[in-house]
């Protein structure tokens, strides 16, 4: 998507052909600023420090550190050591193990002297299929919001509202809950987004925000305890999230606060959609309550960065001096709140069945 005109994606290859690029998300909405990441060392810092988020982009980043691993030492105990190193960086997007077992396949089975340029490639593709992934769940979903459109007046927006920043920020281009809403707008569909600022990160009021801005798509930051205000007096058609973690049974894993938007969704007859890619789906865990929970740091909660009127970004503290915080990063919305998962290859139900449905392959034989 566009950033003042030009097209980006979130990651790509550097012109030397073998280190990457980024950008630094903890630096947006007041900085654009590129990142070098020059090692597999380099990727795991920039997915723990959150340089890079959202579970599709983690997988992609994570990809790529395993190319730049096997590029120092094309051995299987290497590949195993960077494997290990990467994927415990962040516990709860299942993308990033996903990421990191494609690339295992992609090499193990390969001589030495082969296995560097099959990463590179393997890294490579991985992006180019979340790109082409999130462009199809944007055509599915929008066919949802054509059909809420259908039932507006002439000039009546379509009021999304979203949660955290599913955005093409958080994968390589399009978003999974963002690619409905711009392919509306590029559509022609008049549609507002009401964006969840999302505590204590606030990925929606500096992230989604900001790139919704960049595409034109009108939006309104709001607090986040203002959604269930918004659905009691009609202000809301339809949520649409991303995921971090889709258990087998549907249940779903997403930035923390997305449960309380959903049961308020299900109080005031309001549509929650879940949009999400293939690889977000963790058919080995059961159900929600197996999904690890990530706990981040006090900090978060505590402190506040925001930039000065001179330009100059700080940090402040916000809270009682003293107090602890606790800071749970996601929360599991069970199946039930669900209206439907918005996939690459269709709208389900979010349920087991609802989930073979669309990948039938992933049935068990008995
Ligand atoms: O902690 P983050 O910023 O990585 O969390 C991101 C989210 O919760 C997103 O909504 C989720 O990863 C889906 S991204 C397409």
């Not at 559509?187 to 990160?201: C, K, L, Q, S």
Request: proline share 6%.
């Amino acid at each position: 998507m566009k950033i003042n005109g030009k097209a980006y994606r979130t990651i790509w290859l550097a012109p030397d052909g073998w280190s990457v690029e980024i950008i630094d998300q903890t630096r947006l909405p007041h900085e654009l600023a590129m990142v070098p990441l020059k090692s597999a060392g380099d990727a795991a810092r920039a997915i723990l420090t959150m340089q890079v988020r959202g579970a599709p982009l983690i997988g992609a980043t994570a990809a790529y550190g395993m190319a730049m691993a096997i590029r120092e030492d094309a051995s299987d105990e290497a590949i195993d050591r960077a494997i290990t190193h990467l994927a415990k960086q962040r516990p709860t997007a299942i993308n990033l193990h996903w990421a990191l077992e494609e690339m295992r396949r992609a090499v193990q089975n390969l001589p030495r002297g082969e296995r560097v340029a099959a990463a590179y490639r393997r890294a490579a593709e991985i992006c180019d299929e979340d790109v082409e992934t999130c462009r199809r769940i944007g055509e599915h979903g929008l066919q949802i919001i054509e059909e809420i459109a259908a039932k507006k007046k002439p000039g009546e927006r379509v009021e999304v509202l979203t949660h955290c920043n599913a955005g093409w920020l958080a994968c390589v281009d399009w978003g999974t809950a963002t690619s409905p809403i711009y392919q509306a707008h590029d559509a022609g569909i008049p549609v507002h987004v009401w964006v969840d600022e999302t505590r204590p990160r606030n990925q929606g009021a500096s992230l989604t925000a900001y790139e919704l801005g960049g595409h034109g798509v009108p939006h309104t930051i709001i607090v986040d305890n203002a959604g269930g205000h918004l659905m009691q007096h009609g202000d809301v058609d339809m949520v649409i999230v991303g995921t971090d973690r889709v258990a087998a049974n549907g249940d779903v894993a997403n930035k923390i606060g997305t449960y309380l938007k959903a049961l308020a969704a299900k109080d005031n007859d309001v549509p929650f959609y879940v949009a999400l890619p293939h690889s977000t789906i963790d058919w080995a865990v059961n159900a929600g309550a197996d999904i690890p929970i990530e706990e981040r740091s006090s900090d978060e909660i505590l402190k506040m960065p925001g930039r000065l009127p001179d330009g100059s970004v700080v940090t402040v503290e916000i809270a009682a001096p003293g107090s602890p915080a606790g800071n749970p990063a996601f929360d599991v919305t069970p199946a039930r709140l669900v209206t439907g998962f918005i996939t690459e290859r269709g709208v389900c139900p979010a349920s087991h069945e609802g989930l073979l449905s669309l990948y039938p392959e992933r049935r068990r034989s008995k």
